[in-house]
C-alpha cells in the first residue's frame, strides 16, 4: 500500500508547488504517509506535529524521504546516505558541535531555515533537503562540493575554491558517495582530494623556450683583421669616376 501511494506522490510533488502530506497510523503502529488521502483517517502533517516519537518507524522515515526527494528533485537515495552518515537515522543524534537531528542540522542552519523542533524527522529532513538542493544550486550540480559545503560550509568551499583540506570533510564527501554509489550499483570506492592538495600534485608549467642564439657578422678589416658583430657590416658600393 505504502508503494502505491509513494508512486501517485512523486508524480504530484514533482511540480514546484508544495503538497500538503497526510498520514496515519496503520495497525502495525506505523506511519503511513500520502498527499492524496483515501481514507477519513488520515490527518494532515503540520510542521513540529509529528506521530508519537515511540511510533516512529523507518517505513515512516522512509515515507518523508521519498516526499522531500520529490519535492525537491534529489535522489531519494543521496537523502538517505547523507542521513546515514550524518545519525545513523537517529532521530535524538546531537554532535559535538551542536548539530541536531536525523541530518544534522547546525544551529545556525536551523535558524536560517526557521526549523522549530529539529529533532522533528519531518522538519528535519525537510530543512536538510531544502538546504541540500540550495548547495547543488550554489555549485552547479557539483554533487562532491556540495556535499563538501554540507559538512564544512559553503564558504569553506568557496574560499578554498574546492573541497577544503579538512580531513574530517574529506572523509564525509567520501563516505557518503561511497553509501550513495553503493545502493545504486556503482563502484563505492573513492578518493577524495582537497583542493589544496590537488593544486600541490599539479605539475608545473614548462619552462618557456630560450631566446634563440644572436646573430654574428663577420667581416675582413683592408689591415686583414677580421672582426666579428651582431650588427650587420655596412657594404659600400663603389660608384664611377
Known sequence: MLATAL??????WAGPAPAEIYYRIDENGAARFTNAPTTPDYRLLQPGVLPSASRLTASSIDGLIEAFAAEHSIDSALIRAVIRAESNFNHRAVSRKGAQGLMQLMPATIWRLSVGDAFDPHENIGAGVRYLRKLLDQFQGDLTLALAAYNAGENAVLRYGGVPPYQETREYVRKVLSLY????GEPSRIQVASAVSRAAESPPPPPPPPPPPPTLYKAHEASGTILY?????????????
Open 181 to 184: 554509489r553503493r545502493t545504486r
Open 229 to 241: 658583430s651582431n650588427i650587420p657590416p655596412i657594404v659600400r658600393v663603389a660608384t664611377g669616376p
Open 7 to 12: 508512486i501517485g506522490f512523486v508524480l504530484i
